[in-house]
Structure formats: structure tokens, C-alpha cells
């Protein structure tokens, strides 16, 4: 049976908002955008005087002169918006810490709130017979995949909170649920070694860390990754990590996994399909056998 697939992906951003009031390094920062903006705007003045009368000097002034006056301002110009829009229009930019994108970008806030996310919609179009002739059974779909929304508080340049909400299929009632993906509080000492404590996403695999849709090829995550490796695998736990030069780290100490159903956690145990279902995901996890994962 055929399928064809597309995944409609819409990036949120948005900017963060200083909870705190500033400390004196964002002072100075931002008085000092102020002046380097109060200097631009007085050269684009200028700029544009000396533009105004070339343009009035008749024939005298080189179409080569004038064109480089204009090159000139329009860089200008847009230095100066970019430097009045400030952090609020932050790209997404690389993933660190072993996050993608959207998830780090708290680290890239100066301080206070930060709120992100990102929202996958999937339409599914199956034909109408399976490969051996037979009636597939099968009708188009549209779903309302996920909603991802990242909270983010960073109390100053050593200690941040950053946690993942998902809101699964648009309701709780067919099929879908509402899960706590990651939240941790993090330890910044310095590039090497940091420390992380609170329900973390296991390092395993490609896409368990970097499950955000621009990061993977195809419509839908890799079934190994899914089911083999499970994807979203989140557990509780604590540990370290950092960049050793060619060298990046993550080393947890967290609960493990539930092989069989009925133990004291949530875990479903193991199937025939993978180890999906011996996930613990943070409820009541059962903290009698600990796992090292790095």
C-alpha cells in the first residue's frame, strides 16, 4: 500500500521578556546600543544630506558616486533596524546543549521568561487498494499532530529552567494526551563540565534529543527511532555535560526502564514492536534500579 505523506511544520518564536530587573552588565549593554544607535542615526542624517544635494548638483556628480552614496545608506539602514528590533527578533540559530533550535533558545536569552515552540500537522492520503488487489480499508487523514510549546526561565548566567509542554492529536479524548516532554534545571560552571537535574531526554539515538521536525528527513520520525529507540524516551534523573574541544557530552544517572507491565511505575513493559513501552516518562517512576546513560 502506498502512502503519501507532507508535514506542515509552523515555527513559533517568541521574544523574551526580562521577569528580573536588569543587572548592571545588561545596563551598560543597553546604554550602550543606545549610543552606538544615537551614532548611526546622526551618520544616516549626514548620509542623507550629502545624497540630497549630489542629486541637486546637476549634472557634476558621477552616477558612480551616487550609487555608492545609496549602497552606503541602505547598509546603514538596515543596521540601525536590526539594532532597534534588538533580541526580539532572535533566529533560532543552532541547537546546543543537546537540544535543537527552538528548544535552546533560552540559552540565548540575557535573562527572564523565554517561550518558543513549534506545531506539526500531518496529512496521510492512502489508496484505495493494497498491493495484492485487495481493498485497503484505508481513508485520508489530516491530523493536528502535535503542538510543542518550550518554557523557559533564566534566573542568570549559571542557572536556567527549561521545560517542553506536548500536546498530542488536539485533545485529550481521542487518542491524544498532554505530556511534560523535559524540564530540568540547569548548572552552567563552564564549557567543560555542567551539571542538569529533573526529567531528562535520554541521549540516545539521532532524534531522541533533536525530535524537532526541521532536524529529521520525512513526513514522520524514523520507525527505529520510534519504536526500537524510543522517541519521545524521557526520564528522571540528574547528571553532567559539556564540550571537551572534538568532544561533546552527556552523562545521566536516571530511572530504569520497566520490562514487564505491573511494577510500580507507569511503564507498559516491552513488546514485540521495541522497548517503547517500558518507558518511565516521570510519573512515579520506580527508583529501585537506577540506569547510567551517557
Same mark, same amino acid.
Given at each position: +500500500? ?6 506542515? =511544520? ?54 558612480? $558616486?551616487?550609487?555608492? %552614496? ?10 540601525i533596524e536590526e539594532l532597534r528590533i534588538g533580541e526580539a527578533a532572535v533566529e533560532a540559530g543552532e ?25 506539526? +500537522?500531518?496529512?496521510?492520503?492512502? /489508496? ?11 481513508? /485520508?487523514?489530516? /491530523?493536528? %499532530?502535535?503542538? =510543542? ?13 527549561? $521545560? ?39 541521549? +540516545? ?23 526500537? =529507540? ?26 530504569? +526502564? ?16 521495541? =522497548? ?9 517512576? $520506580? ?8
Open positions: +500500500m502506498r502512502i503519501a505523506a507532507l508535514t506542515l =511544520i509552523t515555527a513559533l518564536a517568541a521574544a523574551p521578556g526580562a521577569a528580573a530587573a536588569p543587572g548592571p552588565q545588561t545596563t551598560a549593554r543597553a546604554g550602550g546600543a543606545e549610543e552606538r544607535l544615537q551614532a548611526l542615526e546622526k551618520r544616516l542624517a549626514e548620509l542623507e544630506a550629502a545624497l540630497a544635494r549630489a542629486r541637486s548638483g546637476g549634472g557634476g556628480q558621477e552616477a558612480a $558616486s551616487l550609487a555608492e %552614496l545609496e549602497r552606503r545608506l541602505e547598509i546603514l539602514s538596515r543596521e541547537g546546543v546543549h543537546g537540544f535543537g533550535p527552538a528548544a535552546s533558545k533560552i540559552y540565548r536569552t540575557e535573562k527572564g521568561v523565554s517561550l518558543g515552540g513549534y506545531a506539526e +500537522m500531518l496529512y496521510e492520503g492512502f /489508496d484505495s487498494r493494497r498491493d495484492d488487489g485487495a481493498a485497503s480499508g484505508k481513508t /485520508d487523514q489530516l /491530523d493536528f %499532530l502535535r503542538l =510543542i510549546t518550550y518554557v523557559g526561565y533564566k534566573f542568570s548566567d549559571r542557572i536556567l529552567f527549561n $521545560s517542553e509542554l506536548e500536546f498530542e492529536h488536539a485533545s485529550t479524548g481521542k487518542d491524544g494526551e498532554v505530556s511534560v516532554e523535559f524540564a530540568y534545571l540547569d548548572f552552567l560552571f563552564n564549557d567543560r563540565v555542567n551539571a542538569r537535574a529533573g526529567l531528562l531526554l535520554v541521549p +540516545m539515538g539521532f532524534i531522541n534529543e533533536l525530535h524537532e521536525p526541521p532536524i529529521f528527513l520525512g513526513a514522520r520520525r524514523p520507525q527505529v527511532e520510534r519504536a526500537l =529507540i524510543p522517541t519521545t524516551w524521557r526520564e528522571n534523573g540528574f547528571g553532567l555535560h559539556g564540550d571537551l574541544g572534538p568532544l561533546t557530552y552527556r552523562s545521566y544517572l536516571v530511572t530504569g +526502564m520497566e520490562a514487564v507491565a505491573g511494577g510500580s511505575s507507569n511503564a507498559g513493559g516491552f513488546s514485540a514492536t521495541g =522497548i517503547r513501552g517500558g518507558r518511565t516518562s516521570g510519573p512515579k517512576s $520506580s527508583a529501585e534500579d537506577f540506569a547510567w546513560v551517557t
